[in-house]
């Protein structure tokens, strides 16, 4: 076997091995059959503590998120700044340049 035949080999059996790696640490791991996949949940890696935990349920708890996910409603996006006023989104549409409209009217109409 010459070395180019050998490198071809190993890169065949590294493109073999290589997917069936990435369910190593995973809660799915690949089955025959029906169902396609089982479910191991000792292979799941938790790493927050249970402090960490009751301290998110105890901030959910004063900030109101907690009552609005129990009662299974959107939980509102939090603010992050400022909003523009009409007037300043009125002034960017007409400003913007030709493949920044062509790239908003993609998005708008789907292609």
Known sequence: MNIR????????AAAITVP???FANSVWHPA?????????PDHFKNTKTRADV????????KDGTLALMQR????P???VGPGKTRRQVLD???NESPA??????????GG
Not at 5 to 12: D, G, K, N, P, R
Not at 32 to 40: D, K, M, N, R, V
Not at 54 to 61: D, I, K, P, T
Not at 100 to 109: I, K, P, Y
């Open 72 to 75: 299974n409603v959107p939980v």
């Open 100 to 109: 920044a409209r062509r790239a908003r009217m993609e998005l708008q109409t």
């Open 32 to 40: 025959s059959g029906e169902a396609g996949f089982t479910y191991h």
């Open 54 to 61: 009751q301290a998110e349920v105890e901030a959910a708890r």
């Open 20 to 22: 069936g790696l990435s």
């Open 5 to 12: 035949q050998t490198a071809m080999l190993s890169v065949i």
């Open 77 to 79: 996006a939090k603010a």
């Open 92 to 94: 960017e549409v007409q």
